[in-house]
């Protein structure tokens, strides 16, 4: 998806959230997205998998206590419940490995880093690969390509990279599928991060999309239900977008809460799989053409 078209869903779903209790028409979000509104319902539902009516059904201004209260994740029992079944957000598993600490301490030394810019539904994203797999995923708009390589290169201070984007380029398809392969990809990720870091991140890794956690409840799955903050500091800094799902901790009001990659991408990406994989075969909707009305 262009950059573009990402801009606009992202748009429309700040408007619809907002707006939601005008109930607007398909007319008035075309319009504030510069579309007409029958090019905006086949972007929506081309991106979304559900029309923009649906969408307004489901997705009120309550959409994050909704999913607090009745779809949050219970991290302990996720792996038998979640991960191995068909609600994968891009059908693959996930394989986290930590760089130990003799590798932490070497900062990267001898690692070959390749990376490149790749579009995705959430719009572009910079991906930084290893021989040992992706080490880096950063959305780009609220941090710039030369902010994301910036902090790449701090991360690993001592490793060489290069700019490839045919390098990459296989890795984009794997995390961004066109059509969700029959067989999941296995993706390994490399971190370099704390034990408490990485004990976080492997936290993260066990909410099934569609469904949240509160900070608490990954200081509680961790069994050290007191380093509330801590874990926040850890969520914040993790260094793979989408792959390691930080966007699915909630503050436990109900608050989305901050983003490192932005707010408003924050709560597209939770509308995104909540209403992927929490909606989208109520009814027919996804498949909707639709009147001129929202409501």
């Not at 419940?81 to 996930?94: A, I, N």
């Not at 994301?148 to 990279?161: D, G, I, K, V, Y």
Request: aromatic share 8%.
């Amino acid at each position: 998806m262009a950059t573009s078209d990402y801009a606009r869903i992202e748009q429309a779903i700040l408007y619809l959230d907002t707006h939601a209790r005008e109930q607007p028409s398909l007319d008035d979000v075309a319009a504030h997205v510069g579309l007409s509104p029958f090019h905006f319902q086949r972007l929506f539902t081309r991106w979304a998998g559900i029309s923009p009516k649906r969408f307004l059904q489901v997705h009120t201004l309550t959409t994050a206590r909704r999913l607090l209260a009745e779809r949050r994740s219970v991290l302990d029992t996720s792996y038998s419940v979640g991960l191995s079944g068909g609600g994968r957000l891009h059908e693959l598993f996930v394989t986290l490995t930590a760089m130990t600490p003799g590798e932490f301490k070497l900062g990267g030394e001898g690692l070959t880093v390749r990376y490149g810019v790749h579009p995705s539904p959430f719009g572009d994203c910079l991906i930084a690969v290893c021989e040992r797999g992706i080490c880096g995923l950063h959305f780009l708009t609220s941090e710039s390509e030369e902010e994301a390589l910036a902090s790449l290169r701090a991360q690993w201070p001592r490793a060489t990279f290069e700019e490839s984007r045919e390098a990459t380029a296989s890795w984009a398809e794997r995390i961004f599928p066109e059509k969700a392969p029959r067989e999941p990809t296995p993706l390994s990720v490399l971190v370099k991060g704390t034990p408490f870091q990485v004990q976080v991140w492997q936290a993260l890794l066990r909410i099934s999309p569609g469904h949240v956690a509160t900070y608490e409840d990954i200081a509680q799955a961790i069994g050290n239900p007191k380093a509330v903050r801590a874990v926040g500091s850890a969520v914040g800094d993790n260094p793979v977008a989408l792959l390691i799902p930080c966007h699915r901790v909630l503050r436990k009001t109900g608050v989305f809460g901050d983003y490192r990659w932005g707010p408003a991408r924050k709560k597209v990406m939770l509308a995104w799989e909540s209403l992927r994989f929490g909606a989208q075969n109520e009814d027919g909707e996804a498949r909707d053409s639709g009147a001129s009305q929202l409501a």
